[in-house]
C-alpha cells in the first residue's frame, strides 16, 4: 500500500513540475516589479530586484577593508569618526576617498599592510560610509516611489527629501494639495474612478432594459435586431473614434467626462445586453407565468423578479465593464487626453517621456493595477462566468 | 428563426417593448452604427474629410482615385521594386506583423491554456494556480506593457537590471536590446500578448474539459486507452466546438489589439500593426483619410469572425 501510494507521488513529480514552472513564469514578472516598486532609486538602477536580499552595497567591502580599526559602525577612532556626515561629506566620491587611503598618517600607511584597494571597491566602501554617516542613508525598501508617483514629482531627488529641505521642484507646494498635482497619479487615481464609476453602472441599467425586452417580450424583429447585436460585438473600437470625435467636437464634448462615459456606454451595449438577455432568457419560464397570473406585468416582473434573480448576471457584467474602462488606454487617450489623465494615459506618457525613470514607473503601474487586483481576487468567481458567457468585446 | 417563444400571458402592447429597448438602441446606433457608415465615407476623403480622396493623387505616381487612402494604406510600407524586397517588406509591414501576431499569439495562447487547464484538472491548487495564469487579464496592457519593458530591460554596459538580460549575462552571453531589434522585437511582444490572454483561453477551455462526461473517459481507459490517446483522441474532439470559438476569439482580440505596442515600441523598429497604425495616422499624422481607411481594413479582416459569431448565436438558439 505504502509503495503504491510512494509509486503514485512519483509519477506526479513531473507533471507538478510543469506546473510550478509555468506558474513560476507566469508571476514572476509581476513579482519583480513589485520588489522594485519598494526599492530606492540607486538601487534599482544599480542592481536588479533579485539582489534585494544580500548585503548591502560596499557592506562587505568595508568589513574587509575598514572594519578591524573604525570598527562596525564607523565611531571606533574618535579622530576620525566615520558616522560624522560632515566628514563624510568631504568624501563622498572614490576620487576624494582614494587619494586619503593611499595617504599616510603619522608616518605610517593609512591602511597599514593592507594593500589600497581598487576604484570600484572604493565606490562601494563610499557608498557604505554615506549609509552609516547618515549622510545617504540607503534602506533596503521604501515608500518614496509611491509618494513620488503619487504627486506626479519629476525632480532629481524624493519628494519627502526635497520637501524636508525646502527645494521642491515648481509645481509641488508640499502639502496634501500636491495629491491634485495633474501630473501625478493621485490626481489620476480620481480622474480613473470618475470615468469608470458612472461608465459601468450605466450599461448596467441599460442593459437590463434591453436584456428584459429581448427576453421575455414579443415583437417584430426580435431575433434579427439580437442578431445584428452579436456581429456589433466584435466592431473594433477603431471604427467608430473618428466620427465620434468630430461629432463632439460640435458638441463640445470632447475632453469631458460626460463624453467618455456615454462612448463606453455605447459601445459596451452589445455585449452587455447579450449577457443580461441570455441570463434573464434562462430564468425558468414558470416563474414569470405564475406572476402574471397573480396579476403582475411588465413592470413589476422586471423590477420585482427579473433583476434580483439577475444580481450574479448583474455582478459579472459589472466586473467586467469596470476593469474594462479601468484599463481602457485608447478612448482615454483619444477623448481626454492630458486636460483629464486617467491612470492608464498617465502611465503611457510616463513611459514615453521619462525613460528610464523606472522608480516611478514601476510605482505607477503598480497603483494602477492595485484596484483590478482587488476585485479580481475578491469577485473572481463571477468574472469568469462573465467571461464563459462570451466575452467578445471591443 | 429560432426565436423562443415568449407565454402568451406575457403579451403587451406594441409600443411597450421600445420604452424598454430605446435607450440601448439609440445609443448603439449613434456610438456604432452611424460612426461605421461614416468612417466608410470618411475613407474616400482626403486628410480633413472635406475633399475626395482622388485629389490626394501625385502627378505621375500610381493612383486609386477615390481608393487612394487604400493604395495608400496598402502598399505606402512595401518596397514593390522587386519581388524579394516586396517580400521582405512584407513580413515587416504592419499586414506582416499582424499575421505573425495572429498565428503565434493565437497558438501559443490555445496550446498553454489547453495544456495547462488538463494539467491542473482535478489537483489539490487547481484554483490557485489557475488564478495565478488568469491574474494578467485583470491588469491593463499599459501595466503589462511596464511590467515586461522591464523584464526586457537592456543596458548597454555590463550591470543588466532586467531580468532576461541578466540572465543571458549570467550564462556568458552578450546582452540583447529586445525591443529595438527587428525581427525579434515582434516576437518579444507577441510573448506579453501571450502572458496577458493564455489566462483567457486557459479558462474557457477548462470549463469545456470538465463538462466532459467521465463515463465516456472511463469507459475507454477501461478499453486501455493511454492518457495520452485519452486525451487526443476522445477530449480534443468533444471540445473541438469550444476550442474554435476560443480561435476566433483570439483572432479578433490579436487584430485590434493597440494598447500593448503603442506603450512598448510605439510602432517603430518595425513593430507596427495595423491597429496602431490606424492610431498613428489618425491622431499623430492627423490624416483622416488614411486612419479610417486602415480602420475600414481592420473591420474587412474582421467580418468573417463576425458571421462565425452570428451563426454561431442561431446555432444556439435552436438548441433551447
Known amino acids: 500500500m505504502k509503495k503504491e501510494k510512494i509509486n503514485q ?43 534585494i536580499l544580500n548585503a548591502p552595497v560596499g557592506s562587505k567591502e568595508y568589513a574587509t577593508y575598514c572594519e578591524a580599526c573604525h570598527g562596525n559602525r564607523g565611531d571606533l577612532l574618535p579622530n576620525a569618526n566615520l558616522g560624522d556626515p560632515e566628514l563624510i561629506s568631504k568624501f563622498d566620491r572614490s576620487v576624494l576617498l582614494l587619494p586619503a587611503l593611499a595617504k599616510e598618517i603619522d ?20 557608498v557604505h560610509l554615506k549609509n552609516i554617516s547618515g549622510l545617504e542613508t540607503r534602506p533596503r525598501v521604501t515608500l518614496n516611489n509611491y509618494i513620488d508617483a503619487l504627486v506626479g514629482y519629476r525632480g532629481t531627488r524624493t519628494y519627502t527629501q526635497d520637501c524636508a529641505e525646502d527645494t521642491p521642484p515648481l509645481d509641488i507646494n508640499c502639502n496634501l494639495s500636491d495629491l491634485l498635482n495633474p501630473r501625478g497619479m493621485g490626481r489620476a487615481f480620481v480622474n480613473s474612478l470618475f470615468v469608470t464609476i458612472p461608465a459601468t453602472i450605466l450599461p448596467i441599467i441599460l442593459a437590463a432594459f434591453a436584456g428584459y425586452a429581448f427576453a421575455w417580450m414579443h415583437f417584430k424583429g426580435r431575433m434579427l435586431i439580437f442578431a445584428i447585436l452579436v456581429g456589433l460585438q466584435v466592431v ?56 402574471y397570473l397573480d396579476g403582475a406585468n411588465h413592470w413589476t416582473a422586471f423590477t420585482k ?42 502611465i503611457s506618457n510616463m513611459v514615453s517621456s521619462l525613460g528610464a525613470g523606472w522608480q516611478i514607473l514601476t510605482a505607477a503601474a503598480f497603483l494602477s493595477m492595485l ?6 481576487f475578491s469577485l473572481q468567481r463571477y468574472f469568469v462566468r462573465g467571461m464563459l458567457a462570451g466575452a467578445v468585446k471591443g | 428563426m429560432g ?66 487612402n487604400y493604395h495608400y494604406a496598402l502598399t505606402a510600407e512595401l518596397n514593390t521594386s522587386t519581388f524579394v524586397t516586396l517580400w521582405n517588406s512584407f513580413w515587416i509591414s504592419s499586414y506582416g506583423n499582424t499575421i505573425k501576431w ?94 496577458i490572454w493564455t489566462g483567457f483561453c486557459m479558462t474557457i477551455l477548462s470549463s469545456a474539459l470538465k463538462s466532459v462526461p467521465d463515463e465516456i473517459i472511463e469507459a475507454s481507459r477501461v478499453d486501455g486507452a493511454t492518457e495520452w490517446r485519452v486525451f487526443t483522441n476522445i477530449i480534443i474532439p468533444m471540445i473541438m466546438p469550444t476550442i474554435l470559438v476560443v480561435i476566433t476569439t483570439m483572432v479578433i482580440n490579436v487584430l485590434k ?50 458571421y462565425m459569431n452570428i451563426k454561431r448565436l442561431l446555432a444556439q438558439e435552436e438548441m433551447r
Open chain 1, 9 to 51: 507521488f512519483l509519477s506526479h513529480i513531473p507533471k507538478n513540475a510543469l506546473i510550478i514552472f509555468i506558474v513560476i513564469i507566469w508571476i514572476v514578472p509581476t513579482f519583480g516589479l513589485l520588489v522594485t516598486s519598494f526599492r530606492p532609486v540607486q538601487s534599482i538602477n544599480s542592481s536588479g530586484w533579485w539582489t
Open chain 1, 107 to 126: 608616518g605610517a600607511p593609512h591602511m597599514k599592510d593592507v594593500p589600497v584597494p581598487n576604484a570600484q571597491v572604493v565606490a562601494d566602501i563610499v
Open chain 1, 236 to 291: 473594433p473600437l477603431q471604427m467608430t473614434m473618428v466620427p465620434i470625435s468630430r461629432i463632439y467636437a460640435d458638441l463640445g464634448l470632447n475632453a469631458t467626462f460626460l463624453g467618455v462615459w456615454l462612448f463606453h456606454t455605447g459601445f459596451g451595449m452589445p455585449y452587455a445586453i447579450y449577457l443580461m438577455r441570455n441570463f434573464l432568457g434562462s430564468l425558468p419560464r414558470d416563474l414569470f407565468e405564475s406572476a
Open chain 1, 305 to 346: 423578479l427579473a433583476i434580483p434573480l439577475a444580481l450574479p448576471a448583474i455582478a459579472s457584467l459589472g466586473i467586467f465593464q469596470f476593469l474594462w474602462v479601468w484599463n481602457d488606454l485608447l478612448v482615454a487617450l483619444v477623448f481626454l487626453g492630458g486636460t483629464k489623465p486617467v491612470m492608464t494615459y498617465q
Open chain 1, 371 to 376: 484596484l483590478p487586483m482587488i476585485v479580481f
Open chain 2, 3 to 68: 426565436t423562443k417563444a415568449v407565454p402568451k400571458i406575457m403579451r403587451q402592447g406594441k409600443v411597450t417593448p421600445y420604452y424598454y429597448l430605446a435607450p440601448a438602441i439609440l445609443l448603439m446606433i449613434f456610438f456604432i452604427v452611424y460612426p461605421m457608415i461614416n468612417t466608410i465615407q470618411l475613407s474616400f476623403k482626403d486628410r480633413t474629410g472635406l475633399e475626395s480622396a482622388a485629389t490626394t493623387c501625385v502627378e505621375g505616381n500610381p493612383c486609386w482615385g477615390v481608393f487612394e
Open chain 2, 102 to 195: 495572429i498565428i503565434f499569439m493565437v497558438a501559443f495562447t490555445v496550446l498553454i491554456g489547453l495544456v495547462f487547464a488538463k494539467i491542473v484538472d482535478g489537483i489539490k491548487y487547481e484554483a490557485l494556480s489557475k488564478a495565478m495564469i488568469f491574474m494578467p487579464m485583470a491588469i491593463s496592457f499599459v501595466g503589462a506593457g511596464v511590467i515586461w519593458k522591464f523584464v526586457y530591460n537592456y543596458g548597454s554596459q555590463q550591470l543588466q537590471v532586467g531580468l532576461l538580460n541578466a540572465i543571458i549575462t549570467g550564462l556568458g552571453g552578450k546582452p540583447i536590446s529586445f525591443l529595438t531589434t527587428p525581427v525579434l522585437n515582434t516576437y518579444m511582444l507577441i510573448i506579453v500578448g501571450v502572458w
Open chain 2, 257 to 306: 489589439l493597440f494598447d500593448l505596442v503603442y506603450v512598448m515600441t510605439g510602432g517603430n523598429f518595425h513593430t507596427d500593426v495595423i491597429a496602431n497604425r490606424m492610431y498613428t495616422e489618425m491622431y499623430i499624422n492627423f490624416n483622416m483619410g488614411r486612419g479610417t481607411a486602415i480602420a475600414v481594413i481592420l473591420v474587412v479582416a474582421i467580418i468573417p469572425f463576425i
